[in-house]
């Protein structure tokens, strides 16, 4: 019965080992992973997603990601083509599309990535200028994908997609593009300004020449700009009076009696009065001047100018009236 007892309690023994031994060759793999089957150190097969039995001791499986990964690079610093220094970060979307490449041909895929995006980064920003890191990211995103692509592509590593996140710049550059980007909006501005007067010049000439040939345009816009202003509820309305219009009156009264006696007086006294003396020009000498001051017309001109004559007059009705008294 010993005996028994004890060839029980191996049989025992040697089932839960067994079911240990089982139990931990037992693997899940996921559906967005794969998994490559190492059989005493040789590939033996890439597994597909499921529960999968391995042997204990002698199989090693080693699980691969599929789906992509969102790799940050750190900012790196370097100088550009025009000699600016300049801080670039990016970003890196890859995915494994050969799990046997990913695990055999390389140690750490995802550090050999990174690596090798930060050293295209440092080559891209040497290579390219301050302009084009600024405004041309395309085409640097495109050369940056292709010069990580090219080695990952033989570790089963495919490189989605490239993007620059971010161009940090000096704080002195900064504001020495912010002045330039001022002082263009102004350049601009003032040839709008120009344009626009230049414009409206031209539309002023061929104005005024419309209402040239037309005169009663002149006073149809007169008219309208009073609208415009009693439109306004006002309580001072500036109206101006055209001098045309003064010149007209001027010309249709008659003159008063007494006014036309007063100007035929004043024609005679001019007719009888001596020509105004003749300024002497600025090239006579002294002694020129003084022979041209002796002529006696000259002089009598002065002696009338001291001496002036004060003469009466009477108007229509017979009555005495003040004189002017002529020069």
């Not at 089932?15 to 031994?21: F, H, L, N, R, T």
């Not at 997603?49 to 790196?76: C, E, F, Y």
């Not at 390389?106 to 200028?129: C, H, N, P, W």
């Not at 007494?258 to 090239?283: F, M, T």
Request: net charge negative; charged share 25%; hydrophobic share 45%.
């Amino acid at each position: 019965m010993d005996v028994l007892y004890l060839l029980i309690g191996w049989l025992a023994a040697i089932v839960v080992i067994a079911g240990i031994a089982l139990a931990s060759g037992v693997r899940v793999i996921a559906q967005y992973e794969r998994g490559v089957l190492l059989r005493l150190g040789r590939v033996r097969a890439v597994k597909e997603p499921g529960m999968r039995l391995l042997i204990p001791g002698v199989d090693k499986l080693q699980k691969v990601s599929m789906r992509v990964v969102t790799m940050p690079v750190p900012a790196q610093e370097g100088i550009t083509r025009d000699n600016v220094t300049v801080r670039v970060d990016a970003v890196v979307y890859f995915r494994v599309v050969d799990p046997l490449r990913a695990i055999i041909e390389v140690q750490d895929y995802l550090f050999a990535v990174a690596q090798v995006a930060q050293t295209s980064l440092r080559s891209i920003i040497g290579k390219s200028e301050l302009d084009d890191l600024l405004s041309n990211r395309e085409q640097l995103n495109k050369g940056l994908e292709m010069m990580i692509d090219n080695p990952a592509l033989s570790w089963g590593v495919h490189i989605d997609r490239v993007e620059i996140k971010d161009v940090a710049l000096p704080d002195a550059l900064k504001r020495s593009m912010s002045r330039q980007a001022e002082a263009e909006r102004e350049r601009r501005a003032r040839i709008i300004s120009a344009e626009g007067e230049l414009q409206a010049s031209t539309k002023l000439a061929e104005a005024a020449a419309n209402m040239a040939k037309a005169p009663a345009a002149l006073q149809l816009r007169f008219l309208e700009t009073v609208v415009q202003v009693a439109a306004e509820k006002n309580s001072t309305l500036v109206l101006p009076f055209p001098v045309e219009l003064l010149r007209f009156l001027e010309r249709s009264t008659p003159a008063q009696p007494v006014e036309v006696e007063q100007e035929q007086e004043q024609e005679q006294q001019q007719q009888q009065l001596p020509a105004p003396p003749v300024a002497a020009p600025a090239a006579l000498g002294p002694a020129e001047l003084m022979a041209l001051l002796g002529r006696p017309g000259v002089q009598e001109a002065l002696a009338a100018l001291e001496h002036p004559v004060a003469q009466a007059k009477t108007n229509a009705s017979g009555e005495p009236v003040a004189g002017k008294e002529s020069a």
